[in-house]
């Protein structure tokens, strides 16, 4: 079974690089162009379903994908951005200013620090792993199966299938549309197979 693990498209809070976590933020028109050029590519691929984060940006660009399909889109909360608490709608900029501590101690140990006023990383890669689970059980072996969701579950998945620790998620990034897949069988359990990020080597302030 193959799962496409997509990142949604592109939102002004991106763009002004404001932490947007669980906000609903709607894409903005480079990010709905994104999706589109997403669709395009995958159009030709056989995809037997189309799961996203509950969230606007998510679903947009879900939708996108799933349309030249004629697949409805399922949607999961589990595969919801990191609740950034205080943080959410600031700059990183601000983030650094009036969060200094904090951002130290991300810097060293982030998977289990509680974000003031939202959650920890471990508890998004708990939720993020239980939905994937799911997929699983609910699809034939030969399935391909997109997944639209944000960038920490993402990255949470991926270092649970590349066996990463969890603290050092940095190793992955992906931009707005950004695509990996993975692959699960029950002989080889899952893979890292491949990823069209062309912002891999960068990194994101939480």
């Given at each position: 079974?193959?799962?496409?693990?997509?990142?949604?498209?592109?939102?002004?809070?991106?763009?002004?690089?404001?932490?947007?976590?669980?906000?609903?933020?709607?894409?903005?028109?480079?990010?709905?162009?994104?999706?589109?050029?997403?669709?395009?590519?995958?159009?030709?691929?056989?995809?037997?379903?189309?799961?996203?984060?509950?969230?606007?940006?998510?679903?947009?660009?879900?939708?996108?994908?799933?349309?030249?399909?004629?697949?409805?889109?399922?949607?999961?909360?589990?595969?919801?951005?990191?609740?950034?608490?205080?943080?959410?709608?600031?700059?990183?900029?601000?983030?650094?200013?009036?969060?200094?501590?904090?951002?130290e101690d991300w810097q060293k140990r982030p998977a289990e620090l509680l974000i003031p006023g939202g959650e920890r990383l471990t508890d998004v890669d708990k939720r993020a792993w239980r939905g994937l689970e799911q997929i699983v059980r609910s699809h034939r072996p030969d399935?391909?199966?997109?997944?639209?969701?944000?960038?920490?579950?993402?990255?949470?998945?991926?270092?649970?299938?590349?066996?990463?620790?969890?603290?050092?998620?940095?190793?992955?990034?992906?931009?707005?549309?950004?695509?990996?897949?993975?692959?699960?069988?029950?002989?080889?359990?899952?893979?890292?197979?491949?990823?069209?990020?062309?912002?891999?080597?960068?990194?994101?302030?939480?």
């Amino acid at each position: 079974m193959q799962l496409l693990l997509l990142r949604h498209g592109e939102t002004h809070w991106n763009r002004e690089r404001r932490c947007q976590g669980i906000t609903d933020i709607h894409l903005n028109e480079t990010g709905r162009q994104q999706a589109k050029q997403m669709a395009v590519t995958l159009r030709i691929e056989k995809i037997d379903a189309v799961y996203s984060s509950h969230l606007q940006r998510a679903v947009q660009t879900a939708r996108a994908i799933s349309e030249p399909h004629g697949l409805e889109v399922t949607t999961n909360r589990d595969f919801r951005e990191l609740n950034h608490g205080e943080l959410e709608g600031f700059t990183f900029a601000e983030i650094r200013a009036s969060y200094g501590a904090f951002i130290e101690d991300w810097q060293k140990r982030p998977a289990e620090l509680l974000i003031p006023g939202g959650e920890r990383l471990t508890d998004v890669d708990k939720r993020a792993w239980r939905g994937l689970e799911q997929i699983v059980r609910s699809h034939r072996p030969d399935d391909q199966v997109v997944v639209v969701s944000h960038h920490f579950p993402l990255v949470s998945i991926l270092c649970r299938v590349t066996g990463t620790p969890l603290n050092q998620y940095r190793s992955f990034h992906l931009a707005p549309c950004g695509l990996v897949r993975i692959s699960h069988d029950n002989a080889q359990g899952w893979r890292f197979l491949e990823s069209n990020d062309p912002a891999k080597n960068k990194t994101e302030t939480p």
